[in-house]
């Protein structure tokens, strides 16, 4: 083993107001031995430990109304299927089991109402998909939704009256969702929102002022190109439509963040991996850009940026080279740091963008090291930028799961680490990314691996022709759907890799179907069109697994044992085909779940990968 990488900090993963006290914050720590909930008063840099657990997933955790408390999911090793508990921040020990009579379930999503003590929750089990209200006191729960049909996110309105969920079953088996909002109290349906078209709606929040129904909302209508926040009233259907905040990024999206009961909403503008906030006045119209230093400010499914009880913005700030910052902003006012936890100081990324298959344009984020090593050379990032650059060095291509989420310029340990050990990194937003419109996402389904392996391979030309890389120093590496691509592109297009490395990987797509919680089976049959009783051709030919004969390179694999998004026995089956193939490989079973666990296991996987392609590297010429 190697010396260690660039060190995996302690930061902060999240922050999240207490809906009720917006001077309160619970913190999510990712810590040395994993995910921890903290808090902050929101006015000082003191941060307090609680000595409670997660599992980082944003949707399956949140903070009570007066921040005394924390709603969270506990499950059985990671494994993401369990039951909500009410868990004191004062006395952990306290907790207490909000559906005590219900199977086990996987959480998509709860909030705390403003002013009440209800909570609302989107859950998945056998039975289908549920919002559910809940209390404190462990009151019986009410389920004021149910479908068959895809489910996401419970929203609570400020006085607890009405709940919100983002629905499919008007279109079962796509994630074109609806709002239907129900009576929180009877499940009586008050209002369903539509996007034109064929469109997709999702809810935001809603009005924090008790008494006010409305909702934010981000729609994209199906002729549209742009996504667009708009404020729901779903007793009348009335609409308030926020403008463009600016034409600037040729494919901007605009999507709600939060709402403050000033009357202003935040609002986070995106185009191809970019990022940057904007507040609109729902009195008078204006919009401001909010000035702080370009970065990434939100992320699918975790950390977002919001308001503070004084109506300030707190961006939370990231760059591929920073962890999570806390900026302070207010119009007139320069925007300044309040909170952070981690070092900073690493090697920036370079947005970029090259032509794919049919003359797709994709996006990727680039980070170099100081210098790049090939056998007895070294040369420096500007002069690896030249396509006729004499000497290139190693690289790897990374994949992120998914698949509908993006990479933007957020904190990055692997492009940290990576680049320190003398390899240019390229984080990849393949067709199926989000953040560029619906048409985008969407186009990889009923056809899963095929656009994303164009992409891949477009990934590996761009860094051989822009002199980045030498052709045969290029590694494929991802985790979870990312994991998948790796293997995928493992097998399909073997003759580009000098080795995979993939974790929490999916080799076998029916095996994977068979055992994978509920949620994910659905996510699954939306991606091919059908289960693999109606689509098993499909189904087996985008399995890594039915083409590992074709795999040269070495794969260097990590799975967990707990995993429900990525079961451990398709991986396994996976790996037992290798051995009989005799295809070079090597394997870490870890205990937990797909979330994996903290510094100190990301640090090991980091450095057990680099110095898994420093060997390969070292036993292979350059340029075979």
Not at 182 to 206: E, P
């Amino acid at each position: 083993m190697t010396a260690p990488t660039s060190p995996v900090p302690e930061r902060i993963a999240a922050v999240r107001p207490a809906p009720g006290r917006l001077d309160r914050f619970a913190l999510t720590v990712l810590r040395s031995d994993g995910y921890e909930f903290a808090t902050w008063d929101g006015r000082s840099e003191d941060i307090r430990f609680t000595g409670i657990g997660t599992d980082g997933f944003g949707q399956s955790s949140w903070v009570s109304s007066d921040g005394t408390a924390i709603l969270r999911l506990v499950d059985d090793k990671g494994d993401e299927l369990g039951h909500i508990h009410h868990v004191p921040l004062d006395d952990p020990a306290g907790s207490r089991d909000l559906t005590p009579g219900w199977s086990r379930y996987v959480v998509r999503g709860g909030e705390a109402s403003v002013a009440s003590d209800r909570h609302a929750v989107a859950v998945v089990n056998a039975d289908g998909f549920f919002l559910l209200v809940l209390r404190a006191d462990g009151s019986e729960p009410v389920v004021a939704y149910h479908s068959r049909s895809e489910a996401w996110y419970g929203r609570i309105s400020a006085d607890g009256t009405l709940a919100a969920v983002d629905t499919t079953d008007h279109n079962p088996g796509y994630r074109r969702y609806a709002v239907t909002v129900v009576d929180a109290a009877t499940g009586a349906v008050i209002g369903v929102r539509r996007a034109a078209a064929g469109g997709t709606v999702t809810s935001v929040r809603f009005s924090p002022v008790p008494g006010d129904d409305r909702l934010l909302l981000s729609e994209q209508a199906g002729d549209a190109e742009r996504s667009r926040p708009i404020v729901w009233d779903p007793r009348t259907g009335s609409v308030v439509e926020i403008p463009a905040a600016s034409t600037d990024w040729p494919e901007g999206q605009l999507i709600g963040l939060d709402w403050h009961e000033s009357g202003w909403l935040l609002l986070g503008e995106q185009d191809t991996g970019r990022q940057r906030l904007h507040v609109h006045s729902l009195a008078t119209g204006q919009t401001h850009r909010v000035e702080v230093p370009d970065g990434s400010f939100w992320s699918e499914l975790g950390r977002t940026s919001c308001f503070d009880a004084d109506g300030d913005v707190l961006a939370c700030r990231e760059t591929t080279a920073e962890p999570l910052r806390v900026w302070r902003w207010r119009p007139g006012h320069v925007a300044h740091p309040v909170l952070a936890l981690g070092s900073s100081g690493g090697r920036p990324a370079r947005h970029v963008t090259f032509r794919s298959g049919g003359g797709a344009r994709i996006q990727a984020w680039l980070t170099t090291p100081e210098a790049l090593t090939t056998p007895g050379t070294l040369t420096t990032p500007e002069a690896l930028a030249a396509p006729d650059a004499a000497a290139r060095g190693p690289a790897v291509i990374e994949v992120h799961g998914g698949p509908h989420v993006y990479t933007s310029d957020a904190y990055s340990t692997s492009a940290q680490a990576w680049s320190a050990a003398g390899f240019a990194h390229l984080n990849v937003n393949y067709r199926g990314s989000t953040g560029r419109g619906r048409q985008f996402a969407e186009q990889i389904w009923g056809d899963v691996g095929r656009l994303e392996l164009e992409d891949i391979a477009a990934a590996h030309r761009y860094l051989v022709e822009e002199g980045i890389a030498d052709p045969g120093q290029i590694f494929i590496s991802g985790a979870s759907y990312g994991g998948y691509l790796t293997l995928y592109a493992a097998a399909r297009l073997p003759e580009l890799w000098a080795g995979a490395i993939a974790s929490v990987a999916v080799a076998d797509w029916t095996l994977s179907y068979r055992d994978a919680a509920d949620a994910l089976k659905a996510a699954m049959r939306i991606w091919f069109g059908g289960s693999p009783d109606q689509r098993p051709e499909l189904y087996r030919d985008r399995s890594p697994l039915t083409h590992a004969a074709a795999i040269r390179g070495p794969v260097l694999i990590r799975q967990a044992r707990y995993d429900s998004r990525t079961p451990p026995a398709q991986l396994a089956a996976f790996v037992e085909r290798l051995t009989e193939l005799g295809v070079e490989h090597t394997v870490s079973w870890t205990d937990g779940g797909h979330a994996g666990s903290g510094t100190t296991a990301k640090q090991k996987h980091l450095d057990d990968s680099i110095a898994f392609a420093r060997a390969v590297l070292d036993r292979r010429p350059a340029g075979e």
